[in-house]
Structures are given as structure tokens and as C-alpha cells.
């Protein structure tokens, strides 16, 4: 019955119109156009916006800041926000959150006890929060994945019990939040913004001189090493900065290799440089500053996306190629006092409103 009714609307077209049941519209076949070319310039200038100040900095935001003023501005001093469901932690994030999780609960639970947790003790604490912060290693499929996990986690953080012990260093706080006043010197005036964040893991020696690790899960094996070995290690710094103690060391610990990378050689055999902290802190605070300025004048640049389209590269390129080119940009900064850091385009949520992922509207 129906299908007596039924039309292809293509019969509806005619030479001049559309037309339907008396009904009549003129119909026109717009111009073909090809989409606008992405911009080779992605620095965005508007008016002033002295507004755009911090209430208060992570290090992840004044990362941001030196890295890509574009994706703090963003992120940051507009609050635009990818989707809650988008940021569920999956993959490197959530095995990264799960393992300083059982160094948390391990530390706390032998609190007043000393001596180190045995390889049991981690594998059981590892195995009580795997439901809730790894549950999609228990689905079907992925059992490969998490025994894998599961190994590894449990020889490096053996190693990174031992290690610490070995090299007379007693953990004295985990995850412990701090917040410091920062004087800002910007050009509008000086501000005072809280610098906030949480050091992963605090030790001491017998002479009661802290040490600062930061915990990292993750698969590139010589980013923290190069960083730390160029003196850019600037997480670290603002870490130290923050105990406001000149006797403080610092390192990473990394959690998938189960090696420390530290100046201090019980803990690191590399023999690796000190880092100046005064200095890193420095490269951070005054970057900080002029990432502000620039962009109180209404100026944002975005670093990270230029390095690439100026070698001619964009996010299709393969990381082994960027990474190629962020070294060669990072080697130019040094040869002049300054610092590049890579803002990982790859994963940044503004691709679009930057322009480096071009207009896909
Ligand atoms: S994609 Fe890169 S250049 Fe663009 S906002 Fe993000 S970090 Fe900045």
C-alpha cells in the first residue's frame, strides 16, 4: 500500500526547481570549493587579555605554558574541556595511576615498621587494586596483557624497594600535596599565583636530606634520562623547589624498566650530572613569565604545532619523525640558553583550534 506512494526523490529535481506535491523550491548548485589550506602561521593574535592569569599553576600547566601557550590558553585560562567520558584513564595513564597506588598503600601500611615490602606483599596489594583501577585488564582477552603488567610491576617496584634501602634512604611521605606561593614578575605588574602539586615519593637519608622521586610509567625509555641528563628535568625542580631545602635531591623512577634515573649512584650507575635545580627552576619560572606576557598582549603562540608545520610535518607525521625534529629544535633552544618542551600534539584535545589539524569543518 504504501509503496504506491513512494518516490525517489531524485524525480523531485527538476531543470529549474525542486518540486513536490505543489510545493516549489529554486534550487542552485553552489560553487565548488576547495577547503581552506591549513594555516602555515598557528599563532593566534587578538586583543589584550590581562585576564588570562592563572588562579593556580600545576606543573602540568606550566608545561602547558612553555610548550604550547595555545593548548594552556585553552585548557586553561578559557576552561575548555574535552568530554568526561573522553579523559577515562585507559592504557600507560591507568597502569601508571594503579602502581603509584600500591607504592602509596604499601608505604602506608608498613608505616612505623620500616624494612621494605616483600615481593608477596606487592603482588598481593597489586592484585587487591587491580578491580578498581585497572578493571579492563580483568575482561576477557586481556589476561596476556595484565600477567605482563603484573610481572613487571612486581620486579620493578622489588627493585625500587631495595634500591631505596640499599642506598640508606627511608620513604617519608607519599603523594603528599603541596602548595607554594610563586612570584610572577609579568610586565602588567607582580603576581602571586599558589604553585600546587603532589610529589610521588619523599625519602630521606640518615643526616635527614630529602629526596624527591617522581614515579613515571611509561615506554619511552630515554625521554627521563635525556631530560634529566640536559638539566631539563624541570618537574623535578619545581618538586625540589617546592621543600625549600638546598640540600634536596631528586630523580624518576621508571616503573616499566624498574630503573632509576637519579646523580645519586646507589641509586643510578649511570654516573649522571646533578641536576641544578636553581637553574631548571629558573628556566621555568621565567618561561612561565613570558608565556603570561605574551598572551595578556593577546599574542599565543603555539610552539609545539609550529616546530612540526615548519618542518613541513603535521600529526599524520610518524612520532619517531617528530621526535626527530622536536631533538633538533631542542638542541637549537640549548645552543642558545633557551628549552623546548614537546606538548605532544599527538595527544592534544585542540588540534583543531589551533589549526595544526587543519579546518575540517
Ligand atoms: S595540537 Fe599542539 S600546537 Fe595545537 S594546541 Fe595542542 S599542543 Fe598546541
Known sequence: MLARHRMDPRSAVGATGWELAGSRRDLSVPALEAPPRPPQDLTRRVGPAPHLLPRS??????????????????????????????????????????????????????????????????????????????????????????TTMRETAVRSLVEFFARLSEAGLVITEVESRFEEPLRLHLERGEVEVPFTGSRDVLAEDAEGRPTVIDLKWTSAAKKYPELFDAGEALQLASYAWSLDDPRTDVGYFLLKQGEFVSANPALDPHGRPTLDIARAWGTTVSGITEALDAIGEGTVSARSGQILRDAGQDLGTPRTDAKKTYAAAQETARAEGGIVVDARCDFCDFSLLCGLRGDAS
Not at 605554558?65 to 574535552?82: D, F, H, M
Not at 606483599?121 to 589476561?143: F, K, N, Y
Open 57 to 146: 599553576l600545576s606543573y602540568s600547566q606550566a608545561e602547558n605554558l612553555l610548550g604550547c601557550r595555545q593548548k594552556w590558553t585553552y585548557r586553561t585560562g578559557l576552561g575548555i574541556r574535552p568530554a568526561s567520558v573522553a579523559s577515562v584513564p585507559s592504557g600507560n595513564q591507568m597502569i601508571g595511576t594503579l602502581v603509584h597506588a600500591v607504592v602509596e598503600e604499601l608505604v602506608t601500611a608498613r608505616a612505623g615498621r620500616g624494612g621494605v615490602p616483600s615481593q608477596a606483599e606487592i603482588t598481593e596489594m597489586l592484585d587487591r587494586l587491580v578491580p578498581q583501577l585497572a578493571s579492563e585488564l580483568l575482561l576477557p582477552g586481556r589476561e596476556v596483557e595484565l
